[in-house]
């Protein structure tokens, strides 16, 4: 089945550390994009990348990287920059078409600073 | 600047009624717009969209309307029931099917009692 697969489900972070974020995607979207979600402040845009090799900061891009070397992959780094990384993550993804349903999401990662 | 605003963070209903979630944006180049749901721990599934040619888009039990002078746009689920009870997010963007990002509302929990 194809699908967005994001791993770890849970991730634990000491402080000053940098953590990385999978997230693997078989539909063949161009498009890939992370979010960040806190209670009461719905989904925020960190990073996106519409082709490989190309990505851009979405609304709160400080303290955090990626990388596009391959069309089904966009991992996330979280940096020991982000002053308050604890959060749930989510990744998604899509490609125009005339069904466009919007973005596919993966199940999230929730990343504890401890 | 929020540009998408859920100003209910929540909303309690009895099963069999309907349920009236809303959505207000600002950003007049908003042309798409979508409504997904989610569940804790999980990824948000895409539930129904509209686009601003239109100002409403039925699905089964839901239907979305849009009021695009007053820049407002609800979702309405007739029967509620209880596995309704969600997160619902609101989204928009601008630029039809292409690819712009999405920009989400803050979500409204739904709590559908039986």
């Known amino acids: 089945d194809g699908g967005i697969t994001q791993s770890p489900k849970y991730l634990f972070r000491k402080e000053g550390q940098n953590v990385t974020l999978s997230c693997e995607q078989n539909l063949n979207h161009d498009a890939m994009y992370w979010y960040r979600q806190d209670p009461g402040q719905g989904l925020r845009l960190i990073y996106y990348?519409?082709?490989?090799?190309?990505?851009q900061k979405g609304d709160i891009a400080e303290g955090y990287s990626v990388s596009r070397e391959k069309k089904e992959s966009f991992p996330l780094t979280v940096t020991s920059a982000q002053k308050n990384p604890t959060a749930f993550y989510l990744c998604?993804?899509?490609?125009?078409?005339?069904?466009?349903?919007?973005?596919?999401f993966g199940s999230g990662t929730r990343l504890t600073v401890v | 600047d929020q540009q998408v605003k859920q100003n209910s963070p929540s909303l309690s209903v009895q099963e069999g009624r309907i349920s009236i979630l809303n959505c207000d944006y600002t950003?007049?180049?908003?042309?798409?717009f979508l409504w997904y749901k989610k569940y804790p721990a999980e990824g948000p599934t895409f539930l129904i969209s509209?686009?601003?040619?239109?100002d409403k888009n039925e699905d089964g039990r839901f239907t979305v309307f849009l009021n695009k002078s007053a820049k407002h746009l609800s979702l309405h689920i007739v029967p509620s029931q209880p596995g309704d009870s969600a997160v619902y997010f609101c989204a928009a963007q601008a630029g039809g099917t292409s690819y712009g990002k999405l920009t989400f509302g803050q979500g409204t929990i739904l709590t559908v009692h039986p």
């Open positions: 950003n007049s180049m908003f042309d798409y």
């Open positions: 998604a993804s899509h490609s125009p078409g005339h069904n466009y349903y919007g973005y596919t």
């Open positions: 509209i686009s601003s040619i239109k």
């Open positions: 990348s519409q082709i490989v090799n190309d990505f």
